[in-house]
């Protein structure tokens, strides 16, 4: 019994990684990673005065920054930051940058 189980959660698992597929929503779902990853993504000094907020299909991030001054040096480092991601698997087209108190990371 325990084959015949096993065989059919895979179908259903297979279904649903082609249904994904095919309507996008696998690619939404690793774009979303970013947001849940962000700490380990852009490391400690960054993370502790940011906060990403959301993702939307476009590939625009948007992230809460703690302090005018940080929002505009991240700003300048979008492209930098961009690449890394990109290197780690993260496809982000842009991100935007926005003041914000971000939760407590310390």
Known sequence: MRNKDTKYA?????????Y????GIKKRIAQAAVVNDWDQLVGPQIAKITEP???DGAGNLWVKVSSP???QE????????????AK????IKRIRWIMG???DNG
């Open 101 to 103: 108190e971000p939760k």
């Open 74 to 85: 991240l700003q300048l480092m979008s492209p930098t930051i961009i690449h890394t991601l």
């Open 10 to 18: 895979s179908s259903v698992q297979e279904a649903m990684a082609s």
């Open 53 to 55: 907020v959301s993702m």
């Open 69 to 71: 001054s940080w929002l």
């Open 88 to 91: 780690r698997g993260k496809r």
């Open 20 to 23: 994904f597929g095919r309507k």
